[in-house]
Every structure is written in structure tokens, then in C-alpha cells.
């Protein structure tokens, strides 16, 4: 069974960062924008790997930093590119834009890293999808 070793990590984040199963490279893993297969299709990988209802916050987190870095550096690039007379009033609602449209934009790639980094963390074992399996 191939796992997710410490040496194909960023291989791993190449493929999550595409949408696809970390573990084997498959698409077809997001079923919709905001929803997942409960199995890579190609692979089988249980994707809700967590032994309980809050494995997703890993992904929340990384949603969350993406987001709030996205909205400074679009402020700090705005304010660079109109000095000296800055359009307050534009910086303002751009990053309001931001901050709202970043996390639902960027929500199943954080999934999919979310899912990369924890098969690095925790590589799948041989009986992981029987195990996993009632939670789907």
C-alpha cells in the first residue's frame, strides 16, 4: 500500500494543491465545493480520516491563515501601488472582499493540504479503511 512518507511530502501538497488524493494522485475526490468523497475513488482512502468529529479543523486553520494572509498583503499591496494619495475607502472594502471570498475560495484546497498533512503525520495503515470505514 502506498503511504505518504516524509520524502514525498511536497509531492503530496502538489497533488492536495490540485485537488487530488494526496495518497495515489486521483481526481474526482471533491464531489462539490464544499464536500468531499468519503473515498478516493482510485485508491480507496478513507478522506474523513479523523477518529472523531473534529479532524477538519486543521483544515479550518490552514483556510483561516491563507485567508487573513491574502487580505494583509492585498492591503499592503494597494497602499504600495497608490502612494502617497491612498483611496482608503478602496483599500477598505477590498480587503472586506477579501477576507469574505478567500475562505470560500480557497475551502477544498485547504482540505486537500489538510489531508496531505496528516497522511504525512500519520501514514495510512493497512487496516485503515476497514477501521475508518463506520464513519462513512
Known amino acids: 500500500m502506498r503511504t505518504v512518507t516524509r520524502r514525498n511530502l511536497w509531492r503530496s501538497l502538489g497533488r492536495g494543491a490540485l485537488l487530488r488524493c494526496p495518497r495515489c494522485g486521483g481526481r474526482g475526490i471533491i464531489r462539490g465545493w464544499f464536500s468531499m468523497q468519503r473515498r478516493c475513488p482510485t485508491c480507496q482512502l478513507v478522506l474523513n480520516r479523523g477518529e472523531s468529529s473534529d479532524y477538519w479543523l486543521g483544515a ?28 482608503w475607502t478602496v483599500v477598505q472594502y477590498a480587503a472586506i472582499v ?25 501514514p495510512a495503515e493497512r487496516g485503515d479503511r476497514a477501521r475508518r470505514s463506520h464513519l462513512n
Do not use: G, H, K, Q
Not at 483556510?63 to 494572509?69: H, I, K, L
Not at 491574502?70 to 497608490?82: K, W, Y
Not at 477579501?98 to 500519520?122: G, N
Open 60 to 87: 479550518y486553520t490552514i483556510n483561516f491563515v491563507v485567508a487573513e494572509f491574502v487580505a494583509v498583503l492585498l492591503i499592503v499591496v494597494l497602499i504600495l501601488f497608490t502612494l502617497p494619495d491612498i483611496p
Open 98 to 122: 477579501a477576507a469574505v471570498a478567500m475562505p470560500i475560495l480557497f475551502f477544498p484546497f485547504s482540505r486537500t493540504l489538510w489531508l496531505a498533512l496528516d497522511l504525512w503525520a500519520r
